[in-house]
């Protein structure tokens, strides 16, 4: 299996442009995260889906972020307009709830905003 | 919400010496990780161990759930090794799932 895959790894840009960082989840899994990581915070999840349908996303910071899920197989975390307190990495995970619950980590994108 | 801490925050070692790294946890979890995130940032899992005692070459993790703990052991350290440690739970609610919370992790350097 390919694992999960994110893209972009590194993005640069500008104060007030928009962001979009994409995730393709392992093939299979039902459910997929979104973590922020920054060395104020750490690791901190940010929103999740479950069958494409998002559950949980009390951990978004404001209404400048949103995330999509529209297939199995595809999500999107967008960041509108982008702010320099948002430079961290964003890591995508995915797992498979029909017999554990272990989760599988993406490598994640490297946000700076200037 | 539960807190995760783990123990030491950084250490240091010689190659080929053992260590024992340490994650508390302050209420009952369903589930556990232990992850290494590599000098490139990469996240590995190592184990899914929310109970008993796991091996895998070098590493091995034992948790203890009724106590609120688990150990990650780490023998014949290698520089590959260095990196941070994080361990992280779940703690499933009536609602469902809820999300994975990690502690502040250790750091590692092996040094030849």
């Known amino acids: 299996d390919a694992g999960v895959i994110q893209s972009p790894r590194h993005e640069v840009t500008e104060m007030g442009q928009e962001v979009t960082l994409r995730c393709k989840p392992i093939?299979?899994?039902?459910?997929l995260f979104w973590y922020r990581q920054t060395m104020m915070r750490g690791l901190e999840l940010l929103i999740y889906?479950?069958?494409?349908?998002?559950?949980?996303d009390s951990g978004m910071p404001e209404d400048r972020f949103s995330a999509k899920m529209p297939n199995a197989s595809f999500s999107t975390l967008k960041i509108q307009p982008s702010e320099p307190r948002d430079s961290a990495v964003y890591f995508c995970?995915?797992?498979?709830?029909?017999?554990?619950?272990?989760?599988?980590f993406g490598p994640g994108t490297r946000l700076t905003v200037t | 919400g539960i807190q995760v801490e783990q123990s030491p925050p950084d250490l240091i070692l010689q190659e080929g010496a053992n260590s024992t790294l340490r994650c508390n946890f302050s209420d009952s979890v369903n589930n556990l990780q232990w992850f290494h995130q590599n000098p490139w940032g990469q996240l590995i899992n190592l184990f899914y161990?929310?109970?008993g005692t796991k091996q895998n070459g070098r590493l091995s993790a034992t948790t203890v759930a009724t106590e609120r703990y688990s150990l990650l052991y780490i023998s014949s350290s290698q520089t590959t090794d260095s990196g941070v440690y994080f361990c992280?739970?779940?703690?499933?609610?009536?609602?469902?799932?809820?999300?994975?919370?990690f502690g502040t992790g250790t750091r590692l350097l092996v040094s030849p």
């Open positions: 995970a995915s797992s498979k709830r029909t017999k554990d619950y272990e989760q599988y």
């Open positions: 889906f479950n069958n494409n349908v998002p559950i949980d």
């Open positions: 093939s299979g899994h039902d459910y």
């Open positions: 992280a739970v779940e703690q499933r609610l009536i609602t469902g799932f809820q999300k994975l919370v």
């Open positions: 161990i929310p109970s």
